[in-house]
């Protein structure tokens, strides 16, 4: 598991100097380990070794690993295609953040669950910029209507976008469709009542491009656990 520890410790480096280099270094950067598929002993070493933030996309192989966790981390991230019947699993988790929101169905269903227990949960809407049909995510042209429509629920609180960029061995492809989603992002932004501050994009074959066109919240599992299950990673 040493390899583990000198990725995590490589990867800050390199996003440190990422940042320096875009003059984003006083910018705070969410850095969300992927943690899926990997074992509670694995995702215990890799908090042990700097990552605070972890994201599973399975609410039931969240709900095996999370209680059996030894050690304590910042958030816990959702990031995976929710079904509605597993809403209640995954709030009986108390995530921080889920970052998969793409329909108006899903966040009504979402927002009785919560009513239910008087709780309210932080949001982000999944935006498919590629129009991808193996993508889950809201179309690039209905995501305003979207996020505001969303915004209304009480239960609700919209912090920002998410996309998955595409799964392309040259990195570049993803760019245009960050930088598409960063513009949106920022119009929406102008206008929210809210705090709408995080733009969730890149993975670990294309942090360095979505940083350059604005994230702030990067979700990286192989570059920090290993090439498994690579080409399903998000």
């Given at each position: ?20 280099r875009?003059?984003?270094e ?12 990997h ?10 070794h ?5 994201g ?46 793409d ?58 976008l ?23 992002f ?31 919240m ?8 290993g ?8």
């Amino acid at each position: 598991m040493q390899d583990i520890a000198k990725n995590i410790a490589t990867l800050k480096e390199e996003i440190a100097l990422e940042l320096r280099r875009l003059g984003r270094e006083d910018e705070e950067i969410t850095l969300v380990g992927v943690t899926k598929t990997h074992s509670v002993e694995t995702v215990d070493f890799a908090l042990r070794h700097g990552i605070r933030h972890i994201g599973e996309n399975k609410v039931q192989e969240a709900m095996r690993k999370l209680p059996m966790l030894s050690e304590s981390y910042d958030g816990f991230h959702f990031i995976g295609h929710l079904q509605t019947n597993k809403i209640n699993q995954l709030l009986s988790l108390k995530p921080t953040l889920i970052q998969s929101i793409d329909s108006l169905h899903l966040a009504e269903k979402l927002h009785r669950a919560l009513g239910r227990t008087n709780r309210t949960q932080e949001i982000l809407v999944q935006v498919n910029v590629t129009g991808e049909e193996s993508k889950s995510g809201v179309t690039f042209e209905n995501a305003p209507e979207l996020v505001w429509k969303i915004a209304s629920y009480s239960t609700l609180y919209v912090r920002g976008l998410m996309t998955i960029g595409k799964l392309h061995p040259d990195p570049e492809v993803s760019r245009p469709y960050f930088r598409q989603l960063k513009k949106l992002f920022d119009e929406i932004k102008k206008e929210f009542p809210g705090d709408f501050d995080f733009l969730s994009m890149g993975m670990s074959h294309d942090w360095k491009i979505a940083l350059e066109e604005g994230s702030n919240m990067l979700r990286i599992g192989s570059r920090i656990f290993g090439q498994r299950d690579y080409g399903d990673n998000r």
